[in-house]
């Protein structure tokens, strides 16, 4: 009788755990729901953001078919395990400082907890989650990019070297745009708008201008003073 009691309370332990397992990795694919918009569960449909299928055990910066990675995040040597990434969500930049991920963390141990659960699984070799936050937020992506909006127009005729694009670059679907103070940044295709303004307040000729663009830090808008120097200005090189 003894012995039953016991493999009885065994049994409900473990029911317990699978069912509290359950109700976080739930909590975990809501959460997810502010990941979605760069990161896709897909094996290598990459967007803003590396697709995190078969994350776990990768190396930091090593999927091969995504070409935006910091040389930050690319020279880590992070393996991503629970560990790592339970760091890597509760504060990016002091774990890779100059990373280039525009995320600053989630402090709230409980929901990165609930974030990996659901990932844990929904990222494994052959995982298809049949309704997960990704698949929720395509019908929205449209309606928010069209929500996003930015400030005052700046006066782009005089530019610190910050926003002075000197150089653009397009490998398969990144834009590495160079500025004049010498850095280069990464843009997924979708991510960078070229567009013209010829006004007043527009760039010199032959001087485009680099604007950030939405509420992530991922978009940009480069600028140019007319429509013939776009193509001139944009080479194809990986």
Request: net charge neutral.
């Amino acid at each position: 009788m003894g012995r039953l009691l016991f493999v009885a309370l065994a049994v409900a332990i473990v029911s317990a755990q699978a069912f509290a397992q359950q109700d976080s990795a739930a909590r975990g694919e809501r959460d997810f729901r502010a990941c979605a918009p760069c990161h896709s569960l897909k094996p290598d449909r990459n967007m803003t953001g590396p697709s995190l299928a078969n994350l776990w055990g990768r190396k930091a910066g090593s999927l091969p078919s995504f070409d935006r990675y910091s040389d930050a995040l690319k020279s880590s040597g992070i393996i991503w395990d629970d560990g790592a990434l339970d760091a890597w969500l509760t504060d990016p930049e002091r774990m890779v400082p100059d990373n280039e991920m525009p995320f600053k963390g989630i402090q709230d141990s409980r929901v990165r907890a609930d974030l990996l659960a659901f990932l844990k699984e929904a990222t494994k070799p052959g995982a298809t989650p049949e309704r997960t936050a990704e698949n929720r937020m395509n019908g929205m992506g449209g309606m928010m990019g069209g929500m996003i909006g930015g400030g005052a127009d700046p006066d782009l005729k005089n530019l610190d070297p910050a926003r002075h694009v000197t150089g653009i670059t397009h490998c398969r679907e990144t834009y590495r745009v160079t500025t004049a103070d010498g850095k280069i940044r990464h843009f997924w295709d979708r991510n960078l708008r070229l567009m013209t303004d010829s006004s007043e307040r527009g760039p010199q000729r032959g001087a485009p201008a680099v604007v950030p663009a939405g509420m992530l830090g991922d978009r940009a808008d480069v600028i140019f003073a007319a429509p013939e120097e776009i193509s001139k200005a944009i080479e194809a090189r990986c």
